[in-house]
């Protein structure tokens, strides 16, 4: 009992931190039409939507180069300790968002500083998914990796939900002016408050024993040189990470902005949506997670690709022809299953297919190639598409792509024996 409650404090620990990464991502993505006003004024809505949206996308830019740099200061120095460096480069990315005067005080300085602190945040987000996963994987009892992992994912919902009923309360709070003026800074201000707490919390980690057990320690050089020898592994987990990253930011920090200048639905109906898919996505992110561990991660991820590549437009196009509350709901509940039953098997199967010598490294930059060059883009990809094609449901194809690419990679990667993937790790050749 006393070692499961250990393992428990453990996830605790350090989910902590990744909780305030995704909730200073969704902020962002929540308030990107009132950040648009205050930074990237424009004549034309589209226009300054859209910097906004790319200004968002740019911070992924960064996490590959965080996932290289960063990676391999964790497979050195320890998983303990990167994570806590990870947490205050967060914080400060933050703070500079959130206290930056606007475009009419500051002028073209102003959407430059919150660009500097979106690349910042990228930067420490580039390890943070990473980081977090290969310790609990390294911590998880024998048989249920895929539960633990998935709790890295599950604490992001909790900052989803979070963030979600924090809109809900300052729209109720405040009028619509108020929040397109300085309201959309308070929930920045508050997640800069709670970061004292969580460096606290996460300054207790222990360190793994599996790093601990390591007689070697790869330097930078050694570290890029076997993901140079492993970089098809990469890419090809690359490939498999694009539908977790797409799925996740088109129900979660798009749904705001869908939902009001597509659906022409409220504010407070899409915040209150988007709370309802935190909490969908919470429940089956352990739950399939788990599931991952008794029937394999193969199954789970080629039924969850096939599945959004014949469901996902004919819903889109369904929501988009008779918009409504009830009806972006339903659609949305649909799409969470979707993502919870694929990143519950897809995060565990990315730990166990990369070397263990580089794991955190190899693992954060196929989560962040991804994330740059797919995930986060996907507020601004689908925008424009709709723009481009005159499609309102053109969201839905962006989404089809990328399960297309999840399940060719899926087939590749699991095409014979997994353990052949790993035959660069001595420890399991």
């Not at 789970?300 to 022809?321: D, E, F, K, Q, V």
Request: glycine share 10%; proline share 4%.
């Amino acid at each position: 009992m006393a070692s499961t409650t250990g393992k428990g404090k453990a996830i605790f620990r350090v989910v902590s931190g990744n909780f305030l990464e995704m909730f200073d991502f969704m902020v962002y993505g929540y308030y990107a039409t009132a950040i648009a006003k205050a930074f990237f004024p424009s004549d034309d809505a589209f226009a300054s939507l859209m910097l906004s949206l790319a200004t968002f996308g740019a911070g992924f830019l960064m996490r590959p180069l965080g996932a290289i740099f960063l990676g391999a200061y964790i497979d050195k120095h320890g998983r303990r300790q990167g994570l806590i460096v990870t947490l205050a480069m967060m914080a400060a990315g933050t703070l500079l968002i959130a206290l930056v005067p606007g475009y009419a005080t500051l002028g073209v300085a102003a959407p430059l500083l919150v660009l500097f602190g979106r690349l910042l945040q990228g930067f420490s987000a580039g390890v943070e998914l990473g980081g977090v996963s290969v310790y609990l994987s390294e911590i998880a009892t024998p048989g249920r990796k895929g539960f633990f992992v998935s709790w890295q994912s599950a604490s992001q919902q909790v900052a989803v939900v979070f963030a979600g009923l924090l809109g809900v309360a300052l729209n109720h709070w405040l009028t619509p002016e108020d929040m397109t003026h300085w309201g959309w800074r308070v929930p920045f201000l508050v997640g800069c408050a709670i970061v004292p707490a969580i460096f606290i919390i996460r300054r207790s980690l222990e360190e793994t024993p599996e790093f601990e057990a390591r007689t070697h320690r790869p330097s930078f050089s050694q570290v890029m040189r076997s993901i140079g020898q492993n970089f098809g592994l990469v890419i090809a987990g690359m490939a498999m990470v694009v539908m977790t990253t797409v799925s996740f930011y088109l129900i979660t920090a798009y749904t705001p902005t869908f939902g009001k200048t597509v659906l022409h639905l409220t504010d407070l109906d899409a915040l209150l949506v988007t709370v309802c898919v935190g909490i969908s996505n919470f429940i089956w992110l352990p739950v399939m997670g788990a599931v991952s561990d008794r029937i394999g991660r193969k199954p789970l991820l080629l039924t969850t690709t096939i599945l959004a590549i014949l469901t996902a437009y004919p819903l889109l196009s369904w929501l988009t022809s008779s918009p409504s509350f009830g009806h972006l709901l339903m659609v949305e509940l649909w799409l969470s299953f979707l993502y919870g039953s694929y990143n519950g098997a897809m995060v565990v199967a990315l730990t166990e297919v990369m070397p263990r010598d580089v794991r955190t490294t190899g693992f954060s930059l196929a989560y962040s190639l991804a994330t740059a060059t797919f995930g986060g883009f996907t507020p601004a990809a689908c925008t424009w598409l709709i723009h481009t094609l005159a499609n309102d449901a053109a969201p839905g194809l962006w989404l089809s792509g990328a399960a297309v690419m999840g399940l060719i990679a899926t087939l590749v990667l699991f095409r014979g024996n997994r353990h052949q993937l790993r035959m660069s790790d001595p420890a399991n050749a």
